[in-house]
């Protein structure tokens, strides 16, 4: 379905980011991968469907480095067809106690570096005329939860950049929209996991259930490879007119 499409996917060594670029690269897109960690492992699984993939180590809080990753894109593939949103980073802790630098990492990684890569990727997209764009925000894009202002704010942000570049590319074959995830047991999530089970003495397990309990009412986590599958229906001829929309996959969450 995406044979001949480029996708970027930003933050996609590990979690989320990773299950939508392998979703992509099932359905035959070429992929440039970023972010930290093990970018080799990253590279092996997502070529392992057979498609090409690039990798891009570009800081998502630098403009310039961003700048350097599109422009890596369309040197190796001739643009980025499929730009999905997805790096972020999550901090935890009472406003008047949020470290002044993780609020402006949390702002500059979740939202602003959406506002660099769109508007870089996107002359490309509107010259032919195809693209796709897709923020992954969060059910905190929708409604929050305490001792997360500068997560929920980035979120919040993300889904209106998303339906404002949606307006500006109505008439366009290029779409915009966000997706919003619940629980997802990634890195990201693991963090807090851990630290609920150090406040509570409590076990991983038990630790989980309490995580999901209070939040998801499915109690299950939705999995990197579910996204995966609502980018490629995003990507598909199918979802040529859902323009600016969030789209929440969260076991019920916002539903309450
Ligand atoms: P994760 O920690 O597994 O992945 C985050 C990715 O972003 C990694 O590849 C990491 O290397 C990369 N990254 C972090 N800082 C970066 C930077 N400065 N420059 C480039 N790359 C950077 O987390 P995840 O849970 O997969 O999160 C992915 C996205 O999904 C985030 O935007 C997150 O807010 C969102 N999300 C996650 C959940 C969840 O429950 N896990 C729920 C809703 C939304």
Not at 1 to 29: E, F, H, Y
Not at 74 to 86: K, M, P, Q, R, S
Not at 105 to 119: K, Q
């Amino acid at each position: 379905m995406l044979k001949g499409k480029t996708a970027l996917v930003t933050g996609s060594t590990s979690g989320i980011g990773l299950g939508i670029a392998c979703a992509l690269a099932r359905q035959g897109a070429n992929v440039v991968l970023n972010g930290f960690g093990d970018a080799q492992a990253a590279k092996a699984e997502v070529a392992a469907f057979g498609t090409r993939v690039s990798y891009h180590g570009a800081d998502m809080s630098r403009p310039a480095e961003i700048e350097d990753l599109i422009r890596h894109a369309e040197a190796e593939f001739g643009g980025v067809d499929i730009l999905v949103n997805n790096a972020g980073i999550q901090h935890v802790a009472n406003v008047e106690d949020f470290p002044v630098e993780k609020w402006d990492a949390i702002i500059a990684i979740n939202l602003t570096s959406a506002f660099h890569t769109t508007r870089l990727a996107l002359p490309g997209m509107k010259a032919r005329n195809w693209g796709r764009v897709i923020n992954v925000a969060s059910t905190h894009g929708l409604v929050a939860s305490a001792q997360k202002s500068a997560y929920v704010a980035s979120k919040h942000g993300i889904i209106g950049f998303t339906k404002a570049v949606a307006l500006e590319t109505a008439t366009t074959g290029v779409t915009v929209n966000a997706i919003c995830p619940g629980w997802v047991l990634t890195p990201l999530v693991q963090k807090q996991v851990d630290a609920r089970a150090a406040a509570g003495g409590l076990t991983q397990e038990e630790a989980k259930r309490q995580l999901l309990a209070e939040k998801q009412p499915s109690l299950q986590f939705t999995t990197p490879e579910q996204l995966g599958e609502l980018a490629v229906f995003l990507c598909s001829e199918a979802a040529a007119n859902v323009r600016g929309v969030a789209w929440n996959m969260d076991g019920g969450w916002v539903a309450q």
